[in-house]
Structure formats: C-alpha cells, structure tokens
C-alpha cells in the first residue's frame, strides 16, 4: 500500500493545471483555465480548471474533483493507480507501507522489455518469423513485441547492469534451478503485458525453435497474475470506452492482428479461461462483450464456461467462433477484413445449426444481431458442437435430464433474466414453458429469503442425491479466496454443514482432489469476494440463530446458563450484520 504521508506529498506538490493539462489542452480564461470537457461532447468550453481552489469542474456534466480525480476518471484508474499515475508524470517517489508488491523495483521489466526489443531488430529470424504472420513493423513497435534469446544472454546483460538478480527473480525474469540461474524466456518472441494503467508486469512468449510448450507466460509473482488481466487492454482501453465493446480473444497475435485490421478494441486472455478476476476489469467500461473463440470442441467448452461466468454478471454480447481452425490472425494475414468484421459484427453461435439469430438491435447506427449468452449456454446444454442433440429428445427420460441441468444453470442467473430466457429453453427442448422452473435455489441474492429450501434433488443421479447450494458456494468461496482460506476456515465448523460435511472435512485437511465435485459446479453464480462475505455472514448467522433456538428450548438448561448463551449470541449476531467474521464459537459449551 502507499503510504498515507507519502499522499499527502504527493498532493501537496502537485498542481492540478499541469495535471489535466498533460492530458488535455488547457486555456486561460481570467483566473481560471477552460477547455471542451473530455467527459462530454461539446464545442464550446464549459470545462473549468481552478489553480486557487485546485479542482475543476464541467458545467456541462458537472463532473468535477480535484486532480487526482480527474486521472481517475480521464484514465479509467483506481484511486491507487492514479496516485502512481500522477507519482509517475511528476516523477515523484512514492513510499509504500509493510514491504508490499510494489517496493518491487519494476525497472527492471522496463529495461529488460527494452532488451528484448532491441534483441528483435538485430535477429532475422524471429523478425522474418514476424513477417511471415503479417505483422507489420508499426505493430510490433505499438505492442512492443521483443525477442529473447539464449538464457546466458539475458543473464549477462542482468549482470552487466547491475541488476539486483534476486530482484529479477521475483519479477519472473529468471529462476535458478540445479544448474544455476537460467532465463525464464529462451528463444521466444516476448509480448509484455500491461496493467491498465500502463504498469508493465510481465510477458509472454511464444517460441521459435520449436519447443514444446509454444506459449509460456512469466510465473506468477507480486504483480503478475495471469487470471486477471488481459493481454492488449493497455492499448485498446481507448477504443473499449468509446466503442463500449470489448473483442475478447485466445491468442497474443490475435490481438495484434485485430489491432492491426482497425479492431483497436481487441484483447486476450492469457492462455487461461476466462475468470471471475476479469470480472471487475470488465465491469468498468460496461462494454458489450464478443468472445472470439476457436470452433472446436475446446473452444466451444472454454466460450460455454466464458458465457455462463458473463450471463451471470448480466453482460450481453455474442460468441464468434472461428471454424476450420482459423484465427483471427488468419483472416487480417489473407486480407479478409471485411469476412471477419461481419463476423465480429454479428456473433452467432456457430456454423453448424445452433438456432438462429436472434433480430438485430440497432446501436449507434450498427446493426449488431446480438445473442445473449444465456442462449449461448442454453444451446450447448441441449446440442454438441457439431449442432446435435445432446440427447433423444423423443425419450421422455432423456429430456428429463436436460431440463435438470437447464433449470440449474437458469436458477444461477438474475430472476428477470432466467424468466427472459425461459421461452428460449423451452423452445430449445420443444417442451412447454411451464414446466421449466428457473428457481432451485438460493444461488442469486435477489432472491434469497430465510424460508426458501436450499436443497434439491437432482433426479436420475442416485450418488449424490441432494445439493445445498448455499453450502456449495461457501465451500467455493474457501477455494476461490486462498488468501482468506484461514480466516473463513477459523469461522466454519463441521457441524454447520448438513449435505456437504464430509467436503468440507477435506477442505480441512487439504485433500483439494477429492473436491472436484464442488469445483466442478460451475454453473453456479461466481461470487465476488464481497458478495461471498455477505453470504457467508447470513450463512454462519442462520447456524447460530439455529443454535441459539435449540438452547433456548433446552429444559436441561439452567436460566443462568441461557442467560449467557443469549448475550453470547447477542454479540454473534451484531458481529455478523456487520459483516465480520469471527472465529467459531461453540454457544453449549457453558
Ligand atoms: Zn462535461
């Protein structure tokens, strides 16, 4: 964390006109500075900079703030981010409390990134590589596209300058192993990979001399983490506000190419899914979402996950998906630009029959045919991907089945949202829409209430006859939050679970790999971390209203021993409206 005096410097010194104006022109009007407001349109000048009162204002949007404000909103960045922001265009050293991430000197990714590309323009065949997927010179220079290459190059050119090695280490760049220190990326074309605010923090590499793995990204480190961010959203952020659409791809050289094509909107994950870490990135710019993903069966799996984690989050958008093995790299390499922008313009599900567009909506003058992804991941429910029946639907049995996992997956989803595609389901599975029940459970906020029964039954699975869903999502939460795993584990206790206990015990124990069945419900609401507090909260206070009910009408009891388990509970249960967890606490142990 940045430390609180090292802000308050900072603010201190800074000067709100030079702030706004390395990013906007500013001009002086009186005792104020004007400018057309960034935030809205507009032709004449309502956008006003105070150097006395420090702050600005539009008195056309009547955005306003002070300076770091302003970065905030003109860059799209956190309060922290912008604090480095500004930290960085003054060249202002911040300090940061209890040794954390960033006391990481970052400076040496910037150098070595430098290396890499330098290395680049000295080695023809990784440029003539290059080339030869169609990318041209002005990419590789906008994507900073490098090459690294043999281990004791990068790691004479670390001692040739100095450079800390621990340092380095725990930025990714090297490791040691038996044989000494070695070069995380040896003969590999490096992608480095950005925060939003520009932060460099990693890279990715893909290989020239035909070594196994062709992607391999930096390690996970302080600032890395590969389920988080996208490759190119540095570049395309820009373009993802104005546009508000975001083309999410599978592969570095995707991007670059779709970059390249006039797609400036274009990212990728890092050779990971899709995850409930993206979420918040995405959530900022409330962009329709276009998943272009390959057609095969892979693809197919990863853009159903992909839908399911973003129906769930209420984005809307369609699924591209590219046949025959083509990327889109392919598609801006052969010159058919114009073949891939109407495919982007209208995501479908795919080439093979999946039922038919939905009609199209007009935005800003687009004819954008979007498809929800809940149909998406209705469409892979009912049919493989080469459009076929998952199932006999002429068997009564079979159909059955299907309609389980639907209603599950719709139970997932926001009422009005499961209610929406109701029709759409049943349609899918030729069955009356009345007979699709899109609430099992008590897996969306909106509709949780104390009598609602959490348990259902799954029919035709006899092992495991019965699911909480309340219970599941807390034992995901446990998985999906390893840096809280002690805290919430201090806070549970066997005893609180009824179906799932003997999951939770392996939690306990750390026997991870016999909880697939838990990390297999993945059409289950991820939960952010607040939302997961929230539910955990209700979860712990239900069991002990539950306990505290049970003591209450306990004639074993003496008064005095219900007295003090009633202010026992009394301080459990404020505790817990307030959000904050506490160990657990056996309320009969008097
Ligand atoms: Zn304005």
Redesign the pocket.
């Known amino acids: 964390m940045i430390s609180k005096t090292s802000i308050d410097n900072l603010k201190n010194q800074i000067d709100i006109v030079d702030i706004v104006s390395s990013f906007i022109e500013l001009k002086k009007s009186g005792a104020n500075f004007k400018a057309c407001?960034p935030?809205?349109g507009?032709d004449t000048p309502?956008?006003t900079v105070s150097p006395a009162k420090q702050i600005y204002h539009?008195f056309?949007?009547?955005?306003g703030g002070d300076a770091i404000k302003f970065v905030m909103e003109y860059e799209k960045l956190t309060y922290p981010e912008a604090i480095e922001k500004i930290a960085a265009l003054t060249n202002f050293n911040l300090e940061y409390d209890n040794n954390d991430s960033q006391v990481l000197n970052t400076s040496i990714l910037d150098a070595v990134n430098n290396y890499y590309q330098n290395n680049l323009l000295s080695n023809q065949i990784a440029l003539q590589y290059l080339y030869s997927r169609g990318i041209t010179k002005e990419s590789i220079d906008k994507f900073q596209i490098g090459y690294a290459s043999s281990s004791n190059d990068t790691i004479n050119y670390l001692k040739n300058n100095f450079f800390d090695l621990n340092m380095a280490k725990e930025l990714g760049i090297i490791d040691s192993g038996s044989n000494g220190l070695y070069a995380r990326f040896i003969e590999r074309i490096t992608f480095p990979i950005f925060l939003q605010s520009g932060k460099l923090v990693g890279f990715g590499g893909r290989t020239i001399s035909g070594h196994n793995a062709k992607y391999v990204n930096s390690p996970a480190t302080k600032l890395f983490n590969k389920s988080a961010l996208l490759f190119g959203y540095n570049l395309a952020k820009e373009s993802i506000f104005q546009s508000k659409e975001i083309i999410i791809t599978e592969g570095y050289l995707d991007v670059v190419m779709l970059h390249q094509a006039g797609f400036t909107n274009s990212v990728a994950t890092l050779g990971t899914a899709l995850t409930s870490q993206h979420i918040p990135l995405l959530k900022k710019s409330d962009a329709k979402i276009i998943l272009g993903y390959d057609g095969d069966k892979a693809g197919m799996e990863a853009a159903y996950k992909a839908s399911i984690l973003l129906a769930q989050n209420n984005f809307v958008g369609g699924v591209v998906l590219f046949q025959n093995g083509q990327d889109p790299a392919d598609y801006v390499k052969e010159g058919r630009v114009d073949e891939l922008k109407s495919l982007l313009l209208s995501p479908k599900t795919s080439e093979s029959g999946f039922a038919e567009q939905k009609v199209s909506v007009k935005t800003n003058g687009v004819q954008f045919p979007r498809k929800y992804f809940v149909e998406f991941a209705l469409d892979y429910i009912v049919k493989d991907n080469l459009g076929n029946y998952r199932f006999d639907i002429n068997r009564p049995e079979e159909k059955q089945k299907i309609l389980v996992k639907i209603e599950e997956f719709l139970s997932t989803l926001k009422p009005v949202m499961a209610e929406e595609f109701k029709g759409y389901a049943a349609h899918l599975i030729n069955l009356h829409p009345k007979y699709i029940k899109t609430t099992l459970g008590v897996s969306s906020k909106a509709q949780k209430s104390d009598t609602q029964k959490n348990n259902y039954k799954t029919p035709n699975t006899p092992q495991n006859q019965m699911i909480d869903i309340t219970e599941i999502l807390i034992l995901q939460g446990i998985l999906n939050y390893p840096d809280k795993k002690d805290i919430i584990l201090t806070a549970l206790d066997s005893s609180m679970f009824d179906l799932h206990r003997e999951e939770f015990e392996y939690l306990l124990n750390g026997n991870i790999e016999k909880l697939t069945s838990i990390i297999a419900r993945t059409e289950l609401q991820t939960l952010t971390l607040k939302e997961y507090q929230i539910q955990l909260c209700d979860f712990l206070l239900k069991y002990y209203k539950k306990q505290f009910e049970l003591i209450s009408k306990d004639k074993t009891l003496t008064f005095k021993e219900k007295s003090t388990a009633t202010k026992e509970f009394r301080i459990i249960e404020q505790r817990l409206k307030g959000r904050n967890l506490l160990p657990f606490f056996n309320l009969r142990k008097n």
């Open positions: 407001c935030f809205h507009e309502s956008f539009c056309g949007c009547s955005n």
